[in-house]
């Protein structure tokens, strides 16, 4: 199994380049980072330099979408990142939440999600492409062919059925495992009902983890339901509460939520908390002991989770990047 971390854009360039030292030598496999360019810094620079200081270690947005650049900026990123860094770059990618809609815009549809990612994929190849309304096709003659892999955000059925389809991998923000395996299930089936092989699909499971008593860990980790709420909302809206699109243990934690302030995005201090409960944070994120830990991990992989990508964003970063090297990650090692 694979295990990364994920920044928000507000570390400093120093801590971000000690902290992804830290957590190679700790055996994870993946860095990733935001991709808000509002609310926080753009993290592509980041991304650069951390590869600097790192061998194995591999970089992603966690995640960017289709609507923020023209697709041909984004594919010359991309391919140029991978490059760079010899071939350990792939990107999260969604239909764009805090990153357009903190302007007041809509995120991109499913289709153009599709769209972009077998496009920018073909771009990142070295393949000629048209999109959009370029009057001619793009190529890079630089290329030197390089597969990316785009793993995609999704909660919805449409989104898991576009995951199954066309990505190399599902993102799911949530750490409970029957709901990640009635996620996964649905992007897996998705894809293999096109006759796509299925076998190296990553089921990456996105949530906190925090050591420490419950109490403590709950406090450190609220905010995070609140994020996954704004997501199950919009599923909510679109489908309804009886649909059976949607598991019932996600449809009914939202049921008093009041809105929410994407100023604070992913902060403990977003002011509409008040509808989560410790159950429920303690169900999303993976908290308490290292056995605590391990044991649900153990869970979540028996769910198809494939690659847990910790949210480093409750503080105390250091200490878990060490508690997983030294306890958590060696019991996962084949």
Not at 37 to 45: A, K, T
Not at 69 to 77: E, K, N, V, Y
Request: hydrophobic share 35%; net charge negative.
């Amino acid at each position: 199994m694979e295990f990364g971390i994920c920044f928000k854009g507000f570390v400093s360039p120093d801590r971000a380049r000690s902290l992804v030292i830290q957590a190679e030598a700790a055996g994870f496999d993946y860095c990733w980072f935001y991709d808000s360019h509002i609310l926080w810094r753009e993290c592509y620079p980041a991304i650069a330099m951390c590869m600097e200081h790192t061998t194995k270690m591999r970089f992603a947005p966690c995640v960017t979408n289709p609507n923020a650049r023209d697709w041909s900026l984004a594919a010359s990123l991309f391919a140029s990142l991978a490059k760079q860094s010899g071939g350990r770059f792939d990107i999260g990618l969604g239909r764009g939440d805090s990153s357009v809609r903190v302007m007041g815009k809509k995120p991109a549809s499913l289709a153009r999600v599709a769209e972009f990612t077998q496009k920018v994929k073909a771009m990142v190849r070295g393949e000629e492409v048209m999109y959009g309304d370029c009057p001619e096709p793009v190529k890079f003659p630089w290329s030197d062919g390089y597969e990316l892999p785009v793993h995609i955000g999704a909660y919805g059925p449409k989104a898991l059925k576009t995951a199954g389809e066309v990505g190399d991998g599902v993102i799911l923000q949530i750490g409970d495992p029957y709901i990640v395996e009635w996620l996964g299930n649905q992007a897996r089936t998705a894809g293999e009902e096109t006759g796509r092989n299925m076998d190296d699909y990553k089921v990456i499971v996105a949530a906190p983890a925090y050591f420490g008593d419950k109490d403590s860990c709950i406090e450190a980790t609220k905010w995070f339901p609140a994020m996954v709420g704004n997501h199950v909302a919009d599923i909510v809206e679109k489908y309804g509460t009886d649909s059976g699109m949607v598991p019932k243990s996600l449809t009914d934690y939202i049921e008093k939520r009041k809105g929410y302030d994407y100023s604070k995005h992913g902060q403990s201090d977003n002011p509409y908390l008040d509808f989560i409960t410790p159950e429920i944070v303690d169900s999303f994120c993976v908290l308490g002991q290292p056995e605590d830990h391990i044991k649900k991990l153990q869970h979540l992989q028996e769910a198809g989770m494939t690659h847990f990508n910790i949210y480093l964003d409750n503080g105390d970063e250091e200490n878990i990047i060490a508690q997983y090297g030294e306890h958590v990650i060696p019991r996962f090692q084949k």
